[in-house]
């Protein structure tokens, strides 16, 4: 053999047993991964404040507009958002000079009473079911005081009835016409 072999079977054999001394290299410990802590739910949303009124004059107008005109035998003024379902009317009967105020309710089938606010008096009216079932109906004549009291107060009027949300209503021109259609 040529004794170049021979070194390179020499070295080739060294450095096998080098190789075989040196450890190995000891694997990379893979990181421990923190427990994630679950997300906390977001805290609930503060609540709506309920607005503290000292009076009535000082709760929100009722959402509606006023619509006035001709019915069979008088005159009809209707509060609402809509024409087909008015929140409230005034209507003049011009033979009998009666003014009834009608507080439109769902499924109202029993008499009740009406109180009306104004800025300078208030007042319980019997009312006796009306429209169907569908709402309450009380009369004053048109000489009655109350309905001055509706047509010059501040702005507004309360329409109440026991159980049910109030009306806080303009008192706009169409009140003014009615009752004046019936005097």
Same mark, same amino acid.
Not at 15 to 27: D, G, K, L, Q, W
Not at 28 to 47: L, N, Q, S, Y
Not at 93 to 109: G, V, W
């Given at each position: 053999?040529?004794?170049?072999?021979?070194?390179?079977?020499?070295?080739?054999?060294?450095?096998?047993?080098?190789?075989?001394?040196?450890?190995?290299?000891?694997?990379?410990?893979?990181?421990?991964?923190?427990?994630?802590?679950?997300?906390?739910?977001?805290?609930?949303?503060?609540?709506?404040?309920?607005?503290?009124?000292?009076?009535?004059?000082?709760?929100?107008?009722?959402? *509606?507009?006023?619509?006035?005109?001709?019915?069979?035998?008088?005159?009809?003024?209707?509060?609402?958002?809509?024409?087909?379902?008015?929140?409230?009317?005034?209507?003049?009967?011009?033979?009998?000079?009666? /003014?009834?105020? /009608?507080?439109?309710?769902?499924?109202?089938?029993?008499?009740?009473?009406?109180? /009306?606010?104004?800025?300078?008096?208030?007042?319980?009216?019997?009312?006796?079911?009306?429209?169907?079932? *569908?709402?309450?109906?009380?009369?004053?004549?048109?000489?009655?005081?109350?309905?001055?009291?509706?047509?010059?107060? /501040?702005?507004?009027?309360?329409?109440?009835?026991? *159980?049910?949300?109030?009306?806080?209503?303009?008192?706009?021109?169409?009140?003014?016409?009615?009752?004046?259609?019936?005097?």
């Amino acid at each position: 053999m040529k004794p170049i072999y021979v070194h390179l079977g020499g070295a080739l054999a060294l450095s096998f047993t080098i190789a075989a001394c040196v450890p190995a290299p000891e694997p990379t410990p893979v990181p421990e991964t923190a427990a994630v802590p679950a997300p906390r739910p977001a805290p609930p949303p503060p609540p709506v404040p309920v607005p503290t009124m000292s009076s009535w004059l000082d709760a929100p107008q009722s959402v *509606g507009n006023w619509t006035y005109g001709a019915v069979n035998g008088g005159t009809m003024a209707r509060f609402g958002s809509s024409n087909d379902t008015p929140l409230f009317a005034l209507g003049c009967t011009s033979n009998s000079r009666q /003014i009834a105020m /009608i507080r439109y309710l769902p499924d109202q089938r029993s008499d009740s009473s009406v109180i /009306i606010r104004t800025e300078t008096t208030t007042r319980a009216l019997a009312a006796k079911a009306a429209n169907g079932g *569908g709402a309450v109906s009380a009369s004053v004549t048109a000489a009655d005081p109350l309905l001055d009291a509706m047509a010059l107060t /501040i702005g507004r009027f309360a329409v109440e009835v026991p *159980g049910q949300p109030a009306l806080y209503i303009p008192a706009w021109a169409e009140v003014t016409r009615v009752i004046e259609d019936c005097r």
